[in-house]
C-alpha cells in the first residue's frame, strides 16, 4: 500500500497493488504475494465445482444402484452429452483431501472445473503432487 497527497494537497491518495481473478464465476481480489491482507487468507468455495462434484457423486450412485443402466442412459435421463456426463463422473476419482478442499473452499489455486474437465492422473500420490 502507498499513500500520496494529491497535487492540489487536499486529498491523501491510497494505492492498493491487487489482481482481479475470475473463481467461480465471479471476480474475486487476489491481494500480493507477501501482503499480510486479512483477505489473502480467505477462502471462497467454487460454486461450479461444487455443483459437479455433487452431480459426480449423485450420478455414480445412481449407476450402482442401476436407477440407469449406462451413462449413455444417464446422459439422456439428464438430457446432457455422453461427454460431459463422463467428464463430470471423473471427479468421483479425486482424492479424499483434494475434494474436502474443494468442498471446504480451499482447493489449490488454479483448480477449477477448466482443469478438471481435462484427463487428470487416477492415482491419489500423482493429483497431490500436481494440487497440493
Known amino acids: 500500500m502507498q499513500a500520496t497527497l494529491s497535487p492540489d494537497g487536499q486529498n491523501i491518495i491510497i494505492r492498493i497493488p491487487l489482481n482481479m481473478k475470475r ?3 465471479r ?6 504475494e507477501g501482503s499480510n491482507s486479512p483477505f489473502r487468507h480467505s477462502h471462497r468455495a467454487d460454486k461450479v465445482l461444487l455443483k459437479a462434484l455433487g452431480r459426480a457423486h449423485r450420478w455414480l450412485e445412481m449407476l ?3 436407477e440407469v443402466g449406462s451413462i449413455k442412459a444417464l446422459a439422456a435421463q439428464e438430457e446432457l452429452d ?4 463422463t467428464r ?3 471427479l468421483t476419482l479425486l482424492a479424499p483431501e483434494i475434494v474436502a478442499a474443494i468442498i471446504n473452499g480451499m482447493q489449490p489455486e488454479g483448480l477449477t472445473w477448466k482443469v478438471l474437465s481435462k484427463p487428470f492422473p487416477v492415482e491419489w500420490e500423482r493429483q497431490r ?4
Open 23 to 25: 473463481m467461480g464465476g
Open 64 to 66: 450402482e444402484n442401476g
Open 88 to 90: 463430470i463422473l471423473r
Open 82 to 85: 455422453d461427454s460431459y456426463v
Open 129 to 132: 503432487e500436481l494440487w497440493m
Open 27 to 32: 471476480k474475486a481480489i487476489i491481494p500480493p
